[in-house]
Antibody, heavy 123, light 108 residues
Framework: QVQLVESGGGVVQPGKSLRLSCAAS????????IHWVRQAPGKGLEWVAG????????FYADSVRGRFTISRDNSNNTLYLQMNSLRPEDTAVYYC????????????????WGQGTLVTVSS | DIQMAQSPSSLSASVGDRVTITCRAS??????LNWYQQKPGKAPKLLIH???DLRSGVPSRFSGSGSGTHFTLTISSLQPEDFATYYC??????????FGQGTKLEIK
């Protein structure tokens, strides 16, 4: 079955960096776009970034553009999120989620999602 | 940016009740509206896509309707496993996939 497993979360000081990973299995990873979505403690869902099947197109929410970088390694079925200049407001559970399309676009949905990894930005 | 507003933000209901959750978009999004269910400590799960298409494996007591700016998620007869938080999400605007603030469905 399709499975996504995030890792790399932890406690980090403001201004520092962290890299998250998402290991995919159960589907042809290189055929689909894939996304990061986050959820601050006790809050709702916020789309963070998405990437096309081949890694050539990257898309970001305004709140992270210029600080976060999404990338993928299709040879290892792994998605990444490099997070730089972290702020306390970046504290959240970060989920990876599979796109239904090869390149993110309109009329889209996320299915399935991984179990998430918690990032805490605090001094 | 397209804003999504869900109502109510919380709802108490009993097993067997019929429940409706509303989601409104700040501008027309055609039928590009999805619904997710999230249980505490778990990842969201897709229930309905494109406003009214039930994801395979989701019980038929869940249904969605609407187009343009007004959408609804209906659970025809609440079961104990349905108590969770529900989110709508628009996908009209490519690459700015905004979610509603969520509706927490609790047991009365």
């Amino acid at each position: 079955q399709v499975q996504l497993v995030e890792s790399g979360g932890g406690v980090v000081q403001p201004g520092k960096s962290l890299r998250l990973s998402c290991a995919a299995s159960g589907f042809t990873f290189s055929n689909y776009g894939i996304h990061w979505v986050r959820q601050a403690p006790g809050k709702g869902l916020e789309w963070v970034a998405g990437i096309s099947y081949d890694g050539r197109k990257e898309f970001y929410a305004d709140s992270v553009r210029g600080r976060f970088t999404i990338s993928r390694d299709n040879s290892n079925n792994t998605l990444y999120l490099q997070m730089n200049s972290l702020r306390p407001e970046d504290t959240a559970v970060y989920y990876c989620a599979k796109d239904r399309l090869a390149t993110p676009g309109g009329n889209n949905w996320f299915d399935p999602w991984g179990q998430g990894t918690l990032v805490t930005v605090s001094s | 940016d397209i804003q999504m507003a869900q109502s109510p933000s919380s709802l108490s209901a009993s097993v067997g009740d019929r429940v409706t959750i509303t989601c409104r978009a700040s501008q027309s999004i055609s039928s590009y509206l999805n619904w997710y269910q999230q249980k505490p400590g778990k990842a969201p799960k897709l229930l309905i896509h494109a406003a009214s298409d039930l994801r395979s494996g989701v019980p038929s007591r869940f249904s969605g309707s609407g187009s343009g700016t007004h959408f609804t998620l209906t659970i025809s007869s609440l079961q104990p496993e349905d108590f969770a938080t529900y989110y709508c999400q628009q996908s009209d605007t490519a690459l700015m996939y905004t979610f509603g603030q969520g509706t927490k469905l609790e047991i009365k």
